[in-house]
């Protein structure tokens, strides 16, 4: 796939979150269920999209403006009626953000394991 389609998904995705975390709920639908499954989720797949977006930048400087960002944005929530701030929500925004590098780590790890056990 292009690297312009990539950067194209990944800012899509980005303002697709932003809005949805921005926008006023009533309070009645936040109570409802704790949505932290969700940020993980959110923050999970847009770090996977930055660093398919921009493989060529170093992956945790990417994955920290991201947090930051997502940071952010759970403090503007604060300003915006029926949004409130949430510690809970920024743990699972880093952990969805960190739990791509995780993931790369691992994938990285077994491909040189398998490899090694190939030449033997």
Same mark, same amino acid.
């Given at each position: 796939?292009?690297?312009?389609?990539?950067?194209?998904?990944?800012?899509?995705?980005?303002? *697709?979150?932003? @809005?949805?975390?921005?926008?006023?709920?009533?309070? /009645?639908?936040? !109570?409802?269920?704790?949505?932290?499954?969700? @940020? %993980?989720?959110?923050? %999970?797949?847009?770090?996977? /999209?930055?660093?398919? !977006? %921009?493989?060529?930048?170093? !992956? =945790? *400087?990417?994955? /920290?403006?991201?947090?930051? =960002?997502?940071?952010?944005?759970?403090?503007?929530? @604060?300003?915006?009626?029926?949004?409130? %701030?949430? #510690?809970?929500?920024?743990?699972?925004? *880093?952990? *969805?953000?960190?739990?791509?590098?995780?993931?790369? #780590? /691992? =994938?990285?790890?077994?491909?040189?394991?398998?490899?090694?056990?190939?030449?033997?």
């Amino acid at each position: 796939m292009p690297r312009l389609i990539k950067k194209i998904i990944f800012f899509t995705l980005l303002i *697709g979150a932003s @809005h949805q975390s921005l926008v006023p709920r009533p309070v /009645a639908v936040l !109570a409802e269920k704790p949505d932290v499954f969700l @940020h %993980f989720i959110c923050w %999970f797949v847009l770090s996977l /999209a930055i660093l398919l !977006a %921009f493989p060529q930048k170093n !992956a =945790y *400087g990417l994955i /920290a403006v991201l947090f930051v =960002y997502s940071c952010l944005i759970e403090v503007g929530q @604060h300003f915006v009626e029926g949004r409130f %701030f949430s #510690f809970s929500d920024m743990l699972c925004n *880093g952990l *969805g953000c960190v739990g791509v590098l995780v993931g790369q #780590f /691992a =994938y990285m790890k077994m491909k040189k394991d398998k490899t090694v056990l190939v030449d033997d």
